[in-house]
């Protein structure tokens, strides 16, 4: 029997104490959702920690910092993703899944860069918050792709 780990057992508990009963698979993906969080959490403090170095102390235009800062927080992200995260599809190609990771990861970007100059640049809204915005809609984006295309 595989053992579980602590994020599963924590969701278990969770539902446990709250006294909801769901299914199976919907347990599985409240699971799955929880992991995505945390792995997401650690991808934006990447990215937040990047971006801030990036334009604070190496005086990187804004919306190249972020590209990099997205950029290190995605090969961090897509570790995490498909050896925790999502159960990929072990039949499908890995080079595919690598390619339609980055792929979606790019689309992601843009979505990012976009919405960073149009809270920032249009908007003036102080840059971390414009980040924060842009990463909160852009991890729905994230979640739904890679949860179509990598299982």
């Keep these: 029997m595989k053992k579980e780990d602590k994020a599963s057992l924590f969701v278990k508990r969770i539902l446990k104490i709250t006294h909801i009963k769901v299914s199976k698979k919907l347990e599985n993906l409240l699971i799955q959702i929880f992991k995505f969080g945390i792995v997401g959490v ?29 950029c290190i927080a995605t090969v961090y992200n897509y570790m995490a993703s498909i050896h925790w995260v999502f159960k990929v599809n072990q039949d499908k190609d890995p080079k595919k ?51 179509l295309f990598l299982e």
Excluded: P
């Design 42 to 70: 650690m991808a934006t403090i990447i990215d937040f920690a990047s971006i801030y170095i990036l334009k604070e102390f190496l005086h990187i235009h804004v919306i190249v910092a972020n590209t990099l800062s997205f």
């Design 97 to 147: 899944n690598f390619i339609l990771f980055i792929f979606f990861s790019v689309i992601g970007l843009i979505l990012n860069d976009l919405l960073m100059w149009f809270t920032v640049e249009q908007f003036q809204i102080y840059y971390l918050l414009g980040k924060v915005i842009a990463t909160c809609l852009v991890m729905i984006f994230n979640f739904i792709t890679r949860k």
